[in-house]
């Protein structure tokens, strides 16, 4: 028997990407929605079948025409530009798009897995817990991360009101890195960036610490690879969660310094590093810290361990040295 089709709308992203990659692995048809250019454009993607493709601007009038029978929608389509500043455009691409996804689940009730943003957490003046009764009180820095929770804000509102799908689950998702990511550029992984410069200059260069205390290189992120992600999405959806809006990191939080070491590592080089000052734009929108409390998803019952962050580098690597 032919199983129904998983939606997966940004699938031309490095998330979505991945995620169909693992969906040809389980036979699993996908329908991917996207900017049509994006998988003609792409070189990562070359040898990925899409499966049925349909433009982002067109899914709603042809799901309404097409009335398709689907297995649920996971929805990883945004702009994911942390510093766009325009406001108008963040509300329709990321609020009002992933508004209309929610209510389409709903009414068909559909499962639904959608993309947060640890950007949600603003400066984690009020910690990294993905407790859904203080969500209120987070200030994201940058407009971005606004959008973000606002939409987190909006579907825990429709739940209230009983306007929900079958199944959904929301994750904000700390550092993302993995194949599939170079068309993101400057909002690349520091992984890729630091692979791009040391390969052009044999130096990398990562910014001077602004943070009172805190040494330069020694700024922490939650790293997480792709294929970790990937294998929580396929949790959420197969478990399945039955709602929430959950942390998606490692629990585990590793300085930019442990990270370029890993990348040199990978490659075999011996360590070059410079600090540059932090550019005017992001003073005061940078997050120097972020470390995902992990324990309600591990409650629901994700048990895999996690990629050490050499290990995932070392798979990355040996990716981008094969394309």
Not at 301 to 304: I, V
């Given at each position: 028997m032919s199983k129904l089709p998983l939606i997966v709308t940004g699938a031309a992203g490095m998330i979505g990407s991945r995620f169909v990659e693992s969906c040809l692995i389980k036979n699993q048809p996908v329908i991917s929605v996207d900017d049509l250019q994006y998988f003609k454009e792409r070189p990562e993607h070359a040898a990925?079948?899409?499966?049925t493709l349909i433009d982002k601007d067109d899914f709603f009038d042809?799901?309404?025409?097409?009335?398709?029978?689907?297995?649920?929608?996971?929805h990883l389509g945004a702009c994911t530009d942390t510093t766009e500043m325009n406001i108008d455009y963040l509300n329709e691409v990321n609020l009002k798009?992933?508004?209309?996804?929610?209510?389409?689940?709903?009414?068909?009730?559909?499962?639904?897995?959608y993309?947060?943003?640890?950007?949600?957490?603003?400066?984690?003046?009020?910690?990294?817990?993905?407790?859904?009764?203080?969500?209120?009180l987070l200030k994201p820095l940058n407009p971005y991360g606004v959008s973000k929770h606002e939409f987190d804000l909006w579907a825990l509102e429709q739940e209230k009101k009983g306007n929900h799908p079958k199944d959904w689950s929301g994750y904000k998702f700390f550092n993302v890195y993995g194949?599939?990511?170079?068309?993101?550029?400057?909002?690349?992984?520091?992984?890729?960036?630091?692979?791009?410069?040391?390969?052009?200059?044999?130096?990398?260069?990562?910014?001077?610490?602004?943070?009172?205390?805190?040494?330069?290189?020694?700024?922490?992120?939650?790293?997480i690879s792709v294929e970790d992600v990937v294998s929580i999405l396929w949790f959420g959806l197969e478990k399945p969660i039955r709602r929430g809006i959950f942390n998606l990191g490692t629990g585990h939080a590793r300085t930019f310094l442990d990270l370029v070491h890993s990348t040199y590592e990978a490659m075999g080089i011996s360590p070059q590093i410079e600090f540059i000052d932090m550019p005017e734009?992001?003073?005061?929108?940078y997050q120097s810290f972020t470390e995902a409390h992990m324990d309600r998803l591990r409650n629901e019952?994700?048990?895999?361990p996690f990629l050490s962050l050499e290990e995932g580098i070392q798979r990355y690597i040996k990716r981008l040295k094969e394309l």
């Open positions: 990925l079948d899409f499966g042809w799901f309404k025409k097409e009335q398709p029978q689907v297995r649920g929608i996971i798009y992933s508004q209309k996804i929610w209510n389409l689940c709903s009414e068909k009730q559909l499962p639904l897995l993309a947060s943003s640890a950007a949600t957490y603003g400066d984690g003046a009020h910690g990294y817990e993905d407790l859904e009764h203080q969500l209120s194949f599939g990511e170079r068309h993101k550029g400057k909002m690349a992984s520091v992984v890729l960036k630091a692979f791009d410069q040391i390969l052009d200059t044999g130096k990398v260069k990562l910014f001077k610490s602004d943070q009172p205390g805190m040494k330069d290189g020694e700024q922490k992120r939650d790293f734009e992001l003073k005061g929108r019952g994700y048990n895999t």
